[in-house]
Structure formats: C-alpha cells, structure tokens
C-alpha cells in the first residue's frame, strides 16, 4: 500500500459545481499536511496546509481527518481556472520527510 | 530571500553525453527533493536528500543517475549517457524544520531534452 494515495482522476466537473477529493495516508506518525496545486508543465505550488481544525481560504476548504487518516480538499463555485493536479502531501514526524501523493487531476468544464 | 533555484531551465544534450542538473534550495532548508515529469505525466519522485546523505531513493533508476547533496553547494542530479527516453522536466523541491516550516517550494524545474 502507498504511503500516500490519491484517485488520479480526472474529474470532470461543470463550472460552477463544488468537488470534493481525499487523500489517505498510512503513517500515523504523520504530523503535517498540505495540499499543493500544479498546472501544466509548471512547478507545483503550495494551495493550503491542513489544520486540525479544518481551514478555509475562500472558495478551498481542507479538511483533516486524523481517526481514518485522510485529507480532504473542496473547492466551491469552481472556475475555469480552478483546472489543474492537486497533490497531497503529508509530512512525517519522525524526520520532516514529506511523502507526496500522485495528484488529482480536475477538469472544470465550461 | 531567494526561493529554489534550479539551472539550467533549459538543457540539449545528445545521447550519450551527461547531464548534470543543479538546484539551490531556500535559506535555511536541508531537505531536497528531486522529482521527473514525463510529458503529459504526473510527477514522479526520484531521490530526497539531507545534507550529505541519501535518505531513499527508490524512485531513482539504479543505473546512469545519481544524486548529491553536499556540505557547501547546490545539490546535483546526474545523468550519464542519456538516453531519449530522459528527456522530461526535472522538478526539484526544498523544506525545512521545525514548526510551520517543513512545507516544500519548488524551483520552475529543467527541462532536459536528449536529441
């Protein structure tokens, strides 16, 4: 089992709906959590850290679930612009190394 | 405060030459990550490094690549006698320590081209 798993999609979605993905995780030593966003050819780039408590930054919210061990992302009113790979990544205690998962794909649809 | 930097953005090499990618991490970070981008493909983890040792590199084929990351210097990624088949983007990525500090930055990559 990967340490870090996501559905690689894609997730085709009509703008304007809301998506939701998740990314488990098998390290319960893992103690911080992101979610990273790439576009085409690009560098990734940091979206959001995951908080215990939940975060939100305008139409994102992160999510954490530390009893079944897995992240969330929702993205509200989506845009076209929204169209990209979200990668999970999380970050084990023990050495600060960060584990990354595959990426979701989302296509948002006009 | 400089982000990651990778050099050269662009690099052409013939089959069989070396590659040889650089990559600066931030201030201040002792973890470096390299990772591969197929056309069309998602990225794919190579090697992470700590200062001077090899922590896994499982994602690294065993043979023609090796990755450095010495005491004082950029870390190095190194491709001898490539082939066309590397021909990708080359992302490297640094992170830190400590609280609110252990997310990583990329540096806009090197895209190799094997001609």
């Known amino acids: 089992r990967k340490e870090v798993e996501q559905d690689p999609g894609p997730f085709n979605v009509p703008e304007g709906a809301t998506v939701a993905f998740n990314c488990t995780y098998s390290?319960?030593?893992?103690?911080?959590f992101f979610w990273y966003r790439q576009d085409c050819r690009k560098e990734p780039k940091l979206l959001m850290s995951?908080?215990?408590?939940?975060n939100e930054d305008g139409r994102f919210t992160a999510q954490l679930n530390r009893a079944s061990q897995y992240i969330s992302l929702l993205i509200r009113d989506s845009k076209l612009s929204d169209s990209a790979t979200y990668l999970c990544?999380?970050?084990?205690?023990?050495?600060?190394?960060?584990?990354w998962g595959a990426g979701t794909k989302l296509i948002i649809k006009p | 405060n400089a982000g990651v930097m990778q050099n050269p953005r662009h690099l052409v090499r013939r089959r069989g030459q070396e590659a040889r990618l650089r990559c600066s991490p931030m201030?201040?970070?002792?973890?470096v990550y390299w990772y591969r981008q197929l056309p069309e493909e998602g990225l794919k983890f190579m090697v992470y490094?700590?200062?001077?040792?090899?922590?896994?590199e499982s994602g690294m084929p065993k043979e023609r690549f090796s990755a450095e990351f010495p005491k004082e210097g950029p870390s190095i990624l190194r491709i001898q006698q490539v082939v066309r088949g590397d021909s990708a983007a080359y992302f490297c990525?640094?992170?830190?320590?400590?609280?609110?500090?252990?997310?990583?930055?990329f540096g806009q990559g090197t895209r190799l081209t094997v001609v």
């Open positions: 990525a640094s992170s830190g320590e400590g609280q609110g500090r252990t997310e990583a930055f």
């Open positions: 201030k201040g970070h002792s973890h």
């Open positions: 490094l700590q200062k001077e040792n090899i922590i896994d």
């Open positions: 390290n319960s030593a893992s103690q911080s």
């Open positions: 995951v908080y215990s408590s939940g």
């Open positions: 990544v999380v970050n084990i205690r023990r050495n600060y190394q960060l584990i």
